[in-house]
């Protein structure tokens, strides 16, 4: 008799390990799908701008992120600020150094290096008190280049505009013509363009 319930309380035994194996087995297979789910929650709460603003905090010292412009264009950009629809950034394979404002509704598409593809922000750490610089609009910092009376390279689809800022609208700004990296003056001017901002691709300035 004691044998028999030696063997019995061994197939007991057996049978409570088969079944934690496959209860644990069954609760890694949950929390896996439960970490899949909550990936592709937290990455339908991510937008354009905090995508940019993670891949900014992975370059290196001279590095930079290519974008594509609607249009064709490619640049690589290495981000300085973001405001609200827009971003300042050096421009990272230009000669001489300039400097740009970013439209981020020019955006076509961005080329992460396969090592940012896993850059995504950190949606479930709630919105951020905005700053200053996060609730300046496109038209606002186009003001300033306005007021400083910087020339500039405003680049639409149609092609690149070289000027001086003379007015901003709420949809569109007023550029005197003249001569790239000169300053505005009346006897330089080649005529005026006025250009709706959604036709803004990149202002590029020194």
């Known amino acids: 008799m004691c044998g028999d319930a030696s063997v019995a309380a061994m197939r007991w035994d057996l049978l ?7 209860l644990d087995l069954e609760q890694r ?5 439960l970490a899949l789910e909550e990936e592709r929650l937290r990455l339908s709460r991510l937008g354009l701008r905090e995508r940019l603003q993670a ?9 930079g992120i290519r974008v594509h412009l609607r249009g064709g ?3 690589s950009v290495r981000p300085a600020a973001f405001g609200r629809d827009w971003l300042s950034a050096d421009l990272v394979e230009r000669t001489p150094a300039r400097s740009c404002i970013l439209p981020l509704a020019a955006v076509a598409a961005i080329v992460p290096e396969r090592a940012q593809l896993a850059a995504r922000g950190d949606a ?16 606002f910092v186009l003001r300033d280049l306005c007021r400083r009376r910087t020339p500039i390279a405003l680049t639409t689809e149609d092609g690149d505009l070289h000027g001086t800022l003379d007015g901003v609208a709420r949809d569109h700004v007023d550029l005197a013509l003249h001569e790239p990296g000169l300053p505005r003056r009346e006897h330089d001017l080649q005529g005026y363009r006025i250009v709706p901002l959604d036709r803004v691709r990149l202002i590029t300035f020194r």
């Open 73 to 75: 264009a490619v640049l």
């Open 55 to 63: 891949l900014s905090g992975t370059l290196g010292e001279g590095g």
């Open 16 to 22: 409570f390990d088969d079944l934690a194996s496959q």
């Open 124 to 139: 479930d750490a709630g919105p951020a008190a905005p700053g200053l610089v996060d609730r300046i609009s496109l038209s």
């Open 29 to 33: 297979a949950e929390e896996r799908a």
